[in-house]
């Protein structure tokens, strides 16, 4: 840690406030809870002189010797005059972690560091700039420590001008005899950015586990390390959704976490904030609904129905308690008959731990933890900042508190570890290693310290490297007085002075909860016109628990963009299906079917149902019948409508609605004018047209036959079809007329 001023005169440094500069503090939960860094007397500017003395190469052995590297940091706008830096030590071990604490505190005084070790000169640092030593060799001789097994402090102080900056560390020595061993269990989190998709597709799983991707990095560097494993299910959901097309290397990488036989718990889909749903008034924990959203049917063979089924081995009937360590024996997951895995399958995994339950640091109430009870979940892990201890107290790493056993992390002391994993650098490593191990040599020493158990946990970040997340954990097995354990062989303290101290989560961020379930049952409604309406619901299930990531804690502007992204997303699918405006309809006929497009502007089909009201009783109208409207398409909806009282104009009300009679949409109105009497009289006319000119024609030829006789120009009736030869004709002709002549 650094105490630090900048060159301001002193009527501005009486006005400056003391704060936590950049640096090796960041991860601290406390100013006071990371044993090395940086901290600075600031003004409004912010402009600071920063000193960082960062250890390397311990513990000291015997007779042995120990390194520190010193960095001179000059962020302010001026340049500094050359200077010195000197470096002290303690010449007593600390008796306590209250007494380390207070040294480590940047507001309270050196009383420790009383050795002067040397002496650094400094030569001028232009502004913005930073000055860094070769490593100095610090012997036990230079040191003159008692023989005496414990943590010491070690201190340097950079003076320019007027300038003075502080950096305060602390250091294990093994000289003496090395108090019983404690157990020491450390859990990590596996888990994607909080920005990940609800479902991994195949490209990301694949550059995740990559030679060099983020998962291959989490998972190698505990490789062949007693630590337990907290899961993100969302990881073993994405490469199973897969099927056939999951990349090898993501295949790979689910066998190596199955096969690594570390203790292993889920943590919540996609890592989702436990205490921020309670808060905000959830009854229960978001769990995913359906993951048929991600899944291809194609990538998965139908089950051989030559193959009997495997009949599994009886267990105990007993039901176990939330709180039971050990996996618990669970039928095995179904596959539809496409061989397509259901979703117990495809979240199915053989926890160690399955209803354990993991909150960010420092958000757990006492209503949190008897929900988490009522509805099965435990043990419970908490960081013991969250305690009555608070984050410098020794505590078991197994502890009821109350009905509930929890799993007690040791704060302080964890944010030395996860300082350690993420440096970038190694001698920040090495100086996190260094403060972590200070902290466990006083835990070492406290009575009946070989008795119980300390956990130390990993929060949502990720380590810099598998290489050196793995040289972080073999230093712990190597640190002196520690004994790597286990999570499953803890044993619970029968200590009963430990309680929880509430620890609620922020309005904004409860409220931003709250908003996210706003909508819930409205695309629950809205669903019903899909075919399978898990689909929607277990998509929009899914993306809520991933903007729901604890994740997100250590991003806030990233959430609220997220949250936001998520808001708008929900109205899309809300607003996706649509009535098209319809120009004005003429309705000449008694009967007609109305022809209204409907827009789907969703990426699913979807089945509707137009219904239509008239405002007035000229139409009987009747219901479209059930329609599909293909994804991100346009189509028409027929409307039957019937013409019953005269003409006149009518405003049809348009709704949409599922099969459930779920109305989807808000109301659209067509104007329909009825002129449907025109038909009719239309008929009329053209009847009598014809019947006008069939009478017309017959008077015509009638009078023409007339006019014809008058005129003598009738024509010769046509003799009939069956009449005689007209040769006998001609002879009676010529018979009559010699009658008539004689």
Known sequence: MGLANTMTPPSTLARAAIVAAVGLSSLALTPASSAAGSFAMATESEDVVVLSVELLDTPLPPDGEIRASVTVTNSTENSLPPGHVVLSAGDEPFGSRADLSTFLDESSPDTFSTTTLDTLDVPSIDSNSTWTSTPITVTSDDLDLPDTFGAY??????????????????????????????RVTVAVPITLPPNADSLISAEDLEAYTSESGLLTRQLDGVLGHTVALAIDPRIIASIRALGSAAPESATTWLTTLENSGHDIFPLQYADADPTAQLQAGASSLQQPTSLAFGIDPQNFSPPNEDEAPETPTPTDT?????????????????????????LDALLDFPYTFPTAIWPADDTVTAGNLASFEDLGYGPVILASSNTSVGAHTSVNARTALGDTTAFIADSAASADLRRAATSASETGQSDAIAALEAKLAVMAAEPGAHDRSILLTLDRTYPSSAERMSSVLSSLESAPGVSIAPLSSLEESDTTDVALVD???????????????????????????LEDPSVLIGRHDAAKLTVSSIGWRSDLDGWADAVTEFEEGTQDVLSSVTIVQSSPILMIADQISIKISVRNSLDLPVQVVMKASPD?????????????????????????????????????????????????????????TVRADWERIGTIILIGAVVLLFVFGVIRTVLRRRRERTDGTAPIDEPDEDSSDPSDDHADDETTKGHDDG
């Open 503 to 529: 620890k609620k989560q922020s309005d904004d961020r409860i409220a931003a909860f709250t908003r996210l379930n706003s909508a819930d049952d409205d695309i629950a409604s809205f669903a019903t016109a």
């Open 616 to 672: 007035n009783p000229r139409l009987a109208v009747e219901s479209s019948k059930l329609t599909e409207i293909p994804a991100k398409t346009q189509q028409t909806v027929a409307i039957p409508v019937t013409a019953r009282l005269g003409n006149g104009d009518v405003n049809l009300r348009l709704n949409l609605y599922s099969a459930d009679g779920v109305a989807l949409t808000g109301s659209s109105t067509v104007p329909v």
């Open 318 to 342: 007993d039901t176990p308690s939330p709180n039971d360590l050990g996996s618990t024996p669970s039928p095995t997951p179904t596959v539809d008959p496409n061989g397509v895995p259901s």
């Open 153 to 182: 402090s070690f201190a340097g102080t950079y003076v320019s001008g007027d300038v003075t900056a502080q950096s305060r560390d602390a250091f294990v020595s093994e000289a003496g005899t090395v108090p019983d061993t404690q």
